[in-house]
């Protein structure tokens, strides 16, 4: 069971727009930075989104962040066929003092 | 570039320890403004964080490992590791090693290693 919520799986044709939210409780969304990543099939995650809403180096503007209160979301627009992945949100957790993981949502890109 | 890579024996038998390294190149693992960490996956599941380290020792772990864990550093190899004790089944992951910084985001990742807890 993990500490921060995300659907299991979503889904979109090319060229679409899609979004994955993230839940989360006062102890870590409600009180820190939401980071999100990606993992390709068969590799390592990747730092995708970091602070809510910045990009790093290299990651397309088709990805963008949000957060409000306790919950967060990733959203993608013109969807690639290369955005097949796994996504997982994750924030510090003050009560663990460390970092907690959404389940993680499998996009799949019809 | 910063790159991160996990080394150790990739399978382990039940009630023994596990036992894996994460050397650090194209950067220092003295850095004042980053952690250390292990994280692991089991198979196709989600990511669960193991515990961190800063290169003074100063150690922080899941409350759920904490009795079987210990991650220690060797600033004089660029290195820390990872040992987790009386291993089942249940351990049984991708073990990644990741750089943290100070908001806790994960920003560079090792390639991940399988360890196989069987006798």
């Known amino acids: 069971q993990s500490v921060l919520t995300q659907p299991p799986s979503a889904s979109g044709a090319p060229g679409q727009r899609v979004t994955i939210s993230c839940s989360g409780s006062s102890s870590n969304i409600g009180s820190n930075t939401v980071n999100w990543y990606q993992q390709l099939p068969g590799t390592a995650p990747k730092l995708l989104i970091y602070s809510n809403n910045q990009r790093p180096s290299g990651v397309p503007d088709r990805f963008s962040g949000s957060k409000s209160g306790t919950s967060a979301s990733l959203a993608i627009s013109g969807l690639q066929s290369e955005d097949e992945a796994d996504y997982y949100c994750a924030a510090w957790d003050d009560s663990l003092n460390g970092p907690v993981f959404g389940g993680g949502t499998k996009l799949t890109v019809l | 570039q910063l790159q991160l890579q996990e080394s150790g024996p990739g399978l382990v038998k039940p009630s023994e320890t596990l036992s894996l390294t994460c050397t650090v190149s194209g950067g220092s693992i003295s850095s004042s403004s980053h952690y250390w960490g292990w994280i692991r996956q089991p198979p196709g599941k989600g990511l669960e964080w193991i515990g961190s380290?800063?290169?003074?020792?100063?150690?922080y772990y899941n409350p759920s490992l904490k009795s079987r864990v210990t991650i220690s550093v060797d600033t004089s190899k660029n290195q820390f590791s990872l040992k987790l004790s009386s291993v089942t089944a249940a351990d049984t992951a991708v073990y990644y090693c990741a750089r943290v910084d100070t908001t806790g985001t994960l920003d560079h990742w090792g390639q991940g290693t399988l360890v196989t807890v069987s006798s």
């Open positions: 380290i800063y290169y003074s020792g100063t150690t």
